[in-house]
């Protein structure tokens, strides 16, 4: 029947529609919120030397003045702590990176905790950079040292906002600069788009879209064998 047709060619219209979608889905934003409970998505620069203390995803940390922290959205958050002395001496830092590409006026939220160990020019911050129209792009979105809370201070989680300036691929890096061990914590919230789209840190990985498309439009071909 026509009804029938019109049914047939939209179902196979959806299967496609989603091969494609996986096709160009980032792969980039899965994890944004460590979720996976490991650093999926997240690299560490091969410029930067493997942090002393540890780059790890955790449950819960307890700080130097026995606080305990737990994570502010979902189960798992990163805990970022000190470089060694050398890296320190020469100005490395602790990093993990997260590449995004993001439209303007994006709106990125996540949380973040520091726990300072008591050294002078121990710091902490969230940066990013772009090559945009020609040129480098790149602000801090947050930061904080001894100042922020204090010699052997610590804050509680924050909340932190950055709007995304330009449509763009986006390194995004929290990073840790401390001669022992002074620690921040980080966690992602969430991704809000300008048409109010909202993304959810975890998102299919594009092989999983290509299953479910091919498999739509696989069911669609048996179907009409049998009929």
Not at 59 to 69: D, K, L, N, P, R
């Amino acid at each position: 029947s026509r009804k029938g047709k019109h049914m047939k060619r939209n179902f196979i219209i959806i299967g496609l529609v989603i091969l494609l979608t996986g096709a160009t889905a980032q792969a980039s934003i899965v994890n944004f919120g460590f979720e996976t409970g490991d650093l999926t998505g997240w690299i560490e620069p091969l410029l930067n030397p493997p942090p002393v203390n540890g780059t790890s995803v955790v449950t819960s940390y307890e700080g130097f003045s026995g606080e305990i922290y737990e994570a502010p959205e979902g189960d798992y958050f990163l805990k970022l702590s000190g470089s060694d002395d050398w890296a320190y001496k020469n100005g490395f830092r602790s990093v993990l990176q997260f590449n995004m590409d993001l439209e303007k006026d994006t709106v990125v939220k996540g949380w973040v905790a520091y726990d300072h160990n008591g050294y002078e020019t121990d710091e902490a911050f969230i940066g990013y950079n772009t090559y945009f129209d020609g040129a480098t792009l790149s602000g801090h979105i947050w930061n904080a040292d001894m100042n922020t809370v204090g010699a052997g201070g610590n804050s509680p989680w924050m909340m932190w906002t950055w709007v995304v300036p330009e449509t763009s691929t986006y390194y995004m890096q929290y990073a840790v600069r401390s001669q022992y061990s002074t620690t921040a914590l980080f966690d992602g919230e969430s991704i809000d788009y300008p048409d109010h789209r909202s993304g959810n840190p975890v998102v299919p990985e594009p092989g999983t879209m290509f299953l479910l498309g091919s498999g739509m439009i696989g069911a669609f071909i048996k179907r009409r064998r049998k009929v």
